[in-house]
């Protein structure tokens, strides 16, 4: 209200002062603004009146409209900035989680790793040990076997040699030699080489 009050005092007095004007330099102004002419006077009349259904048109109907149209978009904005605000959190949470999860995956699987490796070394040692065991059982039992055949070879060679030598004796002596003189003679000859 107070804008139209300023308004029509405006336009008052924009009509008073072209009158004025108009009366002090009658003649000398070209005739767009000639306020002497009543066809000038009844222009800026209409053009005052035109302006002012203007203002109140676009003060009463077109900008309250504009107003709401803004005030509608602002409020869209904001529950969009809201709504990719929660979003954003949402997606920091879940990163946090994946990341948290990821750690902890990898923490237990290298402790399954750690303990896989250390159950494989000690299968590994438990089966070396296993496999030393059956290898001194096996390396006793060839001693054991290879003293048995080194006796029995000794004794057959011992045989042999004395067979041997009653035989060697006998063919060049012309006579058998005594089988205990034998014996003495081969178990020192094999006595001797043996050290």
Known sequence: MRRLKALLTAGTVLLLTSAAYAAEAEKSLPPQIDFG??????????LFIIFLALYL???????????EVLEARAARIAA???AARAAKQQSDTAVDELTTATKKAQAEAQAQIAGAVDTA????????????ARLE???AEAEIR???AKAASVGA??????????DVVQRLAG???DSSIVDNAVDRALAARAA
Do not use: Y
Not at 126 to 132: D, E, F, T, W
Not at 157 to 166: E, G, P
């Open 37 to 46: 002419n009543p066809l000038t006077k009844s222009q800026v009349v209409w």
């Open 57 to 67: 048109l676009l003060e009463r109907w077109a900008l309250p409209q504009v107003g």
């Open 80 to 82: 969009d900035l809201d």
């Open 121 to 132: 070394k000690a299968e590994a040692t438990r089966a070396g040990m296993a496999a030393n």
């Open 137 to 139: 059982q096996q390396l």
């Open 146 to 148: 290879i003293d048995a």
């Open 157 to 166: 060679l011992r045989d042999v040699a004395r067979v041997t030598t009653a």
């Open 175 to 177: 006579f058998a030699p």
